[in-house]
């Protein structure tokens, strides 16, 4: 973990007023979480191949993630453009543990040479791919198309025609849904949404859906599927953005009145054993960019929150949501943060309640749209992150990252300062470090390169308050001070020291010992129990 840089995007004066209001409400919310809802990896970012284009889709399986984009190429970790491509046509696989990349290279090419969509069967033998391709390797396609994880093959027995882009994909032991920009598959209508046998051949299910499908999700426990989008009707009837519809007929059963304004889209849908979490896109006033969850057996909403800031992608894990966005006013979420004119881009929830947990990694908005990140996956204790970003954690790092268990980032030491001195005393401050993992720190105060105190405060991005430290001298004494921080797992160097001398008072002058300061002989003399 690092300091964050500074943020330059100009604040407004009514933003800077609101965020001055809330800050100590929403810093006291923060705190707040329970205690045993923790992310379940950590916020500092790991060494990761990098794209040369936007990422939009991920998935993983038996230690493979896959990713799926408009790229041409990959290259090291750390390596700027240019330097150490190796070619890889808008798909990529990498080891998950280790971020090695693998051999796993079959090109997406023709038609909109993209992969929007990826998701690996229940049983991890099966990687469907969707997108806008006519081509891979050297079949042909027509945007939707199989593999083998284990052997990186092209099946020949999935091979629908689909008319247009595929944008979301969802499996089941039988059946592949497919969402998206179409309107037929092979020779039959299907607007927007289709269903198909994993071997291919397209089943009765059907919906009339007058707007793009960007999300699914098929409860089969409820049979039910969760289709998310652009649309305004479903099957001829009102069902803005959000609708579930029967898994085998594609007839109506829910949908959300209310949920979702106008001028917002469903992005992201992803489920657990009893909820169905949704993220939402939204232009201009009035619009919900933020996540709700509902109960998967009838519909209703458990809570919603109401960040700003486009929300791309989801993932529900170990009793945490996280989510992939660009928030920038989480001020109403327990546990968020005022608007301030930045953005915060990666957000870990409490499944239970919506609290915002101290877990900030960040990427930058990045190409394209400039939302930042655009997908998520987890695997093997991992969790991956893809989109349009070109910095991670203030670091140059385009396209993919991947974060890992363990804390293995200190806090950046604060400045020391000398703020006062009086005599037999030093008063020192310092601005309050902050770090991605953890709102409790705790400093280390030396004089002379003895540890003289310790301090423990919390503090977040947007709340570093200033903090100080009277140290109790001899009067006329110089002293050396430096200062450390520490997460309790990883601690800072120390800082760069600063001087500091106590003044002496006239009456002192002469050479009367400081009262507040015994000299170092009287302090010998007690710990002796001798007198002079």
């Known amino acids: 973990m690092h300091l964050r840089k500074l943020r330059t995007k100009p604040v407004t004066r009514a933003a800077a007023v609101t965020a001055l209001a809330c800050t100590t409400a929403l810093l006291d919310a923060s705190l707040a979480v329970a205690a045993d809802v923790t992310p379940p990896v950590s ?24 990713v799926g984009g408009t790229f041409d190429s990959v290259r090291p970790p750390g390596a700027a453009p240019g330097q150490g491509e190796v070619s890889r046509r808008n798909f990529a696989a990498f080891d998950s543990r280790t971020g090695k990349l693998l051999p796993c290279a079959p090109a997406f090419t023709g038609l909109g040479r993209t992969v929007r969509a990826l998701k690996v069967s229940p049983d991890s033998k099966v990687l469907y791919v969707g997108g806008s391709f006519n081509r891979v390797g050297s079949a042909t396609a027509a945007s939707a198309v ?14 629908p025609t689909v008319s247009a882009t595929v944008r979301a994909i969802d499996v089941t032991d039988r059946t592949v849904y497919l969402g998206g920009d179409f309107g037929r598959v092979g020779s039959q209508v299907r607007n927007r949404v289709a269903a198909l ?81 949704v ?14 969850a509902g109960l998967l057996a009838n519909g209703t909403m458990v809570w919603k929150d109401t960040c700003r800031g486009a929300t791309q992608a989801l993932v529900p894990w170990k009793g945490v949501l996280l989510s992939a966005s660009h928030a920038h006013d989480c001020h109403e979420t327990p546990g968020g ?18 609290h915002i947990l101290h877990w900030f990694p960040d990427t930058n908005d990045g190409l394209g749209e ?54 037999g005393r030093v008063t020192l401050a310092w601005r309050a470090a902050w770090d991605r993992d953890d709102a409790a ?42 200062i450390e921080v520490t997460d309790g797992t990883n601690t800072s160097a120390k800082s760069r020291s600063v ?23 009287a302090t010998a003399d007690r710990k002796t129990g001798e007198t002079r």
């Open 441 to 482: 720190l705790t400093y280390r105060v030396y004089r002379d390169g003895k540890l003289v105190a310790r301090k423990t405060e919390s503090s977040t991005y947007w709340h570093r308050p200033q903090l100080t430290y009277t140290d109790s001298v001899n009067d006329g004494a110089r002293h050396q001070y430096t």
């Open 279 to 292: 993220g939402a896109e939204g232009h201009g006033p009035g619009i919900f960019d933020g996540r709700i």
């Open 370 to 423: 400039q939302v930042g990140p655009r997908a998520l996956a987890v695997s093997k204790g991992h969790l991956w992150v893809g989109g349009e970003f070109t910095r991670v954690n203030d670091v140059p790092q385009q396209g993919i990252t991947r974060f890992g268990p363990r804390d293995i980032g200190a806090p950046a030491v604060p400045a020391l300062t000398v703020a006062d001195t009086d005599p």
């Open 146 to 159: 199989a593999f083998d994880t284990k052997s990186c093959t092209l099946r020949k027995d999935f091979r």
């Open 43 to 66: 916020a500092d970012a790991l060494d990761t191949w990098q794209t040369n284009g936007i990422v939009w889709s991920m998935a993983a399986a038996n230690g493979v993630v896959f």
């Open 337 to 354: 943060f005022p608007e301030r004119g930045d953005r915060q881009h990666l957000l870990a929830q409490s499944l239970n309640d919506r």
């Open 197 to 277: 046998t994993t071997k291919g051949a397209l089943l009765p299910f059907k919906a009339q859906i007058d707007h793009p499908v960007r999300a699914l999700s098929a409860a089969t426990s409820h049979n039910r599927v969760f289709v998310g989008g652009d649309f305004e009707v479903v099957n001829g009837r009102p069902a803005r953005s959000l609708v579930a519809l029967h898994a085998t007929s594609g007839q109506t059963l829910l949908t959300y009145p209310g949920w979702f304004p106008r001028e917002s889209s469903v992005k992201a849908i992803a489920r657990d054993k009893t909820r169905f979490y």
């Open 499 to 521: 001087s500091a001398t106590a003044p002496r008072t006239a009456q002192r002058a002469a050479g009367e010992p400081s009262p507040t300061a015994p000299s170092e002989a």
